[in-house]
């Protein structure tokens, strides 16, 4: 029996937007919609209200779109509107005050500048290895296994899971950060004017959230590894994640999810005391203690899997 559960989306491609490592294109929206099933799929606040009520039955869906992003409107957001769907835009924000967020522009980067991702690994394991940061990597690395890290997310494949290692446990960001920008300056690559192709801005969230979207919380900068954050950190990002958005939707929403699935009892009773009701979880691992703000979400990586019978 399938538990109910949100679908997780990311990346799009499609006109101005590049394939790239996991992305999807508008008919392989399409088709997974109707590989789900058209009516399986409830609208976004129905399927709160309904869970938040316990009331939801086996097998209903929700469609849920993290990190506002570009694609999603251009590429998916026509799907929807064409099929009658709303879903949830779960939207960090300080790329909608001007910030270029690392995250997202080294994802760009790695996708226009290298043929796949295989060859970008090779590359940042070269430069991370012959950096200031080496004998740091060489130890991390040492005792490294694949199999035990994410083993939540099994469509990561074992080089995902070495390069997510090295990026938030050998490296962490700031020198993570060091690495990318020095590849990124061998290769000329310039980020100026990237904001407005890789993410929507306060005019498409508000036109959501008037159509009857629900527009939620995903942190303020998209910190990979949130959880590592001290509290007051933690409850920064989400204060100024609430902020923005209450200014362009006109209330602070109460609907959240966690980026990168980073988060920890701290982050979950701040969220709890800031008004927040209702969040998704990046996967489908449950327990009996999980709470409203923990809801499963299953990645459109092993619905396409599935879908493809791979």
């Known amino acids: 029996m399938i538990p109910p559960h949100g679908v997780m989306f990311h990346h799009f491609h499609g006109g101005d937007h590049p394939a790239g490592q996991g992305s999807m294109s508008a008919s392989d929206l399409e088709g997974m919609i109707a590989f789900l099933g058209r009516n399986n799929i409830l609208p976004a606040r129905e399927w709160m209200d309904r869970a938040l009520a316990g009331r939801l039955l086996p097998g209903e869906l929700c469609l849920t779109f ?10 998916a957001y026509p799907v929807m509107k064409a099929l009658g769907l709303d879903a949830f835009w779960f939207v960090y924000t300080s790329p909608l005050e001007g910030r270029v967020e690392r995250l997202e522009l080294y994802r760009y980067f790695r996708t226009v500048r290298y043929p796949d991702v295989a060859d970008f690994y090779r590359a940042f394991d070269a430069a991370a290895a012959a950096g200031p940061h080496a004998s740091a990597v060489a130890s991390a690395l ?25 990026r938030d446990k050998a490296l962490g960001p700031a020198r993570y950060n060091e690495v990318m920008d020095a590849m990124m300056a061998a290769a000329g690559f310039a980020s100026k004017g990237l904001a407005a192709k890789l993410w929507i801005d306060d005019e498409v969230v508000a036109r959501l959230h008037a159509e009857g979207h629900v527009i939620g919380l995903h942190s303020h900068t998209h910190p990979t590894q949130l959880c590592a954050l001290p509290p007051a950190e933690q409850e920064r990002e989400y204060r100024l994640n609430s902020a923005h958005l209450a200014k362009v939707i006109g209330r602070a929403p109460n609907a959240m999810s966690h980026p990168c699935n980073s988060y920890d009892e701290s982050t979950l009773a701040f969220l709890k005391g800031f008004g927040l009701e209702f969040g998704f979880r990046a996967n489908m691992a449950m327990s009996a203690s999980h709470g409203p703000l923990e809801h499963p979400r299953e990645d459109h990586a092993n619905i396409l899997k599935a879908m493809r019978g791979t």
């Open 142 to 166: 040492a005792g490294f296994d694949p199999k035990s890290h994410l083993k939540d997310f099994p469509f990561y494949t074992d080089a995902d899971r070495r390069f997510r290692f090295t």
């Open 66 to 75: 993290d990190d506002g992003l570009r694609c999603q409107w251009d590429v």
